[in-house]
């Protein structure tokens, strides 16, 4: 399998093999998603608390006192039988967990069925080169829309893949709204299925190959 790699003015400068047990694997639409809720469940953050009867506010002071009253024996207005009183068992931050668990194999499968949809659908865009000798973001923005679709701003998102000594190609993108970035090491299904395009430089391929294979 081919892809093309272009140049800074968005012509198709060569063309470049692609392994095909990367970028040619059958989808399996369940496989991704069992990946992708694992995924999600690790960035849920649990929010439900309830406060129990010795954190609500108030109730020091008995209602009425033990006996003689012929009614019930309270110690607290905010005892959990009381309107406003604490809650019993409620959610406690701490007690919930919601993070599920995948092995490699499996993660590192979804990733390459989603490069394999993205190349097929021509959504894999490789430069020969992302630096530039004037190192403005105004300059990288427009060497970017000359391959992009940037008419619909919800389609033209981009993931831009990086090496680990791109420091400054980093530094000159981070302020592009429609781009994320990313490294290789650290490229998970969630950021290919939040991003329409995949932009990466040719020099950076053989470190997505040795990520997903090894």
């Known amino acids: 399998m081919k892809a093309d790699v272009y140049n800074k003015e968005g012509q198709v400068i060569e063309q470049i093999e692609l392994p095909l047990d990367i970028f040619k694997t059958d989808f399996n639409p369940d496989l991704v998603h069992q990946v992708l809720r694992v995924l999600l469940s690790r960035r849920r953050l649990a929010l439900a608390f309830a406060k129990g009867r010795s954190e609500v506010r108030g109730g020091g002071k008995k209602p009425w006192r033990q006996k003689g009253t012929g009614r019930a024996r309270h110690g607290s207005i905010r005892s959990p039988l009381w309107k406003g009183g604490g809650v019993t068992f409620g959610p406690r931050l701490k007690e919930e967990n919601f993070k599920k668990r995948i092995n490699k194999k499996m993660r590192k499968a979804a990733i390459k069925m989603v490069l394999s949809q993205k190349i097929k659908d021509k959504e894999i865009k490789i430069f020969d080169s992302l630096e530039v000798k004037e190192k403005k973001t105004k300059m990288m923005d427009k ?8 008419k619909n701003k919800k389609q033209c998102r981009a993931l831009v893949l990086l090496g680990p000594k791109q420091a400054e190609i980093k530094r000159i993108l981070k302020n592009i ?31 997505l190959i040795e990520n997903l294979t090894k």
Not at 185 to 204: A, G, H, P, Q, R
């Open 143 to 150: 060497i970017l829309k000359n391959i992009l679709e940037t």
């Open 177 to 207: 709204p429609y781009l994320n970035i990313q490294t290789v090491s650290s490229l998970d299904l969630l950021d290919l299925l939040n991003n329409k395009y995949l932009v990466f430089e040719k020099n950076t391929l053989p470190l």
